[in-house]
């Protein structure tokens, strides 16, 4: 006996099309409130980021430098001059890396150091000026040296602070669809400000080195977290170096005549990398070169090279914060840090005689 199948009229066909033209309505619903979502999520955090960099920096004068709550330098205005022999400068992996106490304990020098990861060629060029009407004219610069020095702008907010120019308008940004894809540099840029300064808030000791006025900031970097990936992949993104001058090249040029001039000793220093962003910023011997030939001619320069394999433990995992392959920037951690002092100080020693 065969089943007949059963009829399907049109009422039947209709009320099908119908449910299915209800189901992709829904669905079209649901995709179109989605995007509407994401954008509003985009557009609402990218602009909140704006607004808090803005309302951070705006103000002028030179100690909003010192903005943090527990800003070791908070009283630098208030310091009588001729207070600091030495006077160190850098980016984040400067301030990581290079530390006063270990310059105070070893060689009773004391040591002033502005290294921030926004700070650059040109603002450090207006900051050594203002800071030496302030404190006075330093024995020893130390300057630590960067691969993407050329590569990158002072923040103008920063720069605001040192000099009396305006920082651009807070309107020129990419519109892109997505502002925090389209802004992706200065999204990063902004990021690794704000986890610079939750990482640096920490409490100075009651008594450190000095009279009146702490005078030696106790900080000596940060204890290493977590494992640095160590595994060389077959591929791995390698930096090109952006040479002399760059954004603001000019304005190293201005330091070391500024320097010369006021007949300092400068002790410039490549910090160590590690191994991975020492293989990945491949250009590195010819961004030493550069420097080599820049300084040339200023024989109150001398360069100290720690980043090179054989003079430091690079592949040591445990004397890294981070870095990697395919990563451009690495900062040493406490440990690493205090090895490579044991080296630095030892040769720096000679600029106080």
Do not use: C
């Amino acid at each position: 006996m065969i089943k007949r199948l059963p009829e399907t009229n049109n009422f039947d066909i209709i009320k099908m099309e119908m449910e299915n033209k209800k189901t992709l309505s829904y669905y079209l619903v649901r995709g179109l409130l989605l995007i509407i979502l994401l954008l509003v999520f985009d557009r609402g955090i990218f602009f909140l980021m704006r607004s808090m960099e803005k309302g951070q920096l705006q103000a002028k004068g030179l100690q909003n430098l010192f903005f943090q709550k527990r800003d070791f330098n908070k009283k630098f205005l208030e310091l009588p001059k001729g207070t600091y022999s030495t006077l160190i400068m850098g980016s984040s992996r400067t301030h990581r890396g290079i530390h006063p106490l270990y310059i105070y304990k070893r060689l009773k020098q004391k040591a002033f150091k502005i290294a921030k990861a926004k700070i650059r060629l040109k603002f450090n060029y207006f900051f050594y000026q203002r800071y030496k009407e302030i404190a006075g004219t330093p024995k020893v610069v130390i300057y630590g040296l960067d691969y993407f020095m050329f590569k990158l702008k002072s923040n103008p907010y920063f720069m605001k602070w040192v000099s009396d120019e305006q920082p651009a308008k807070s309107s020129a940004y990419n519109n892109s669809v997505l502002l925090l894809a389209g802004n992706k540099a200065w999204v990063d840029e902004f990021l690794n400000h704000e986890f610079e300064q939750l990482n640096g808030i920490i409490r100075a000791p009651r008594k450190v080195a000095g009279g009146k006025f702490k005078l030696i900031d106790p900080f000596i970097g940060y204890r290493k977290s977590e494992k640095t990936d160590q595994h060389k992949p077959a591929y791995f993104k390698r930096f090109k170096y952006e040479g002399y001058p760059g954004k603001e090249g000019l304005f190293f040029i201005k330091l070391l005549e500024l320097w010369k001039k006021d007949g300092v000793q400068v002790a410039m220093v490549y910090l160590p990398d590690y191994i991975g962003t020492y293989e990945s910023n491949h250009q590195l011997n010819r961004f030493k070169n550069e420097i080599k030939r820049l300084t040339g001619p200023y024989k109150n320069v001398t360069i100290y090279d720690y980043d090179r394999p054989e003079k430091f433990a690079l592949s040591n995992d445990a004397y890294f914060l981070d870095g990697g392959y395919g990563k451009t920037n690495s900062h040493l951690s406490l440990k690493g840090s205090r090895v490579f002092h044991r080296l630095f100080v030892k040769e720096l020693k000679k600029h106080y005689r």
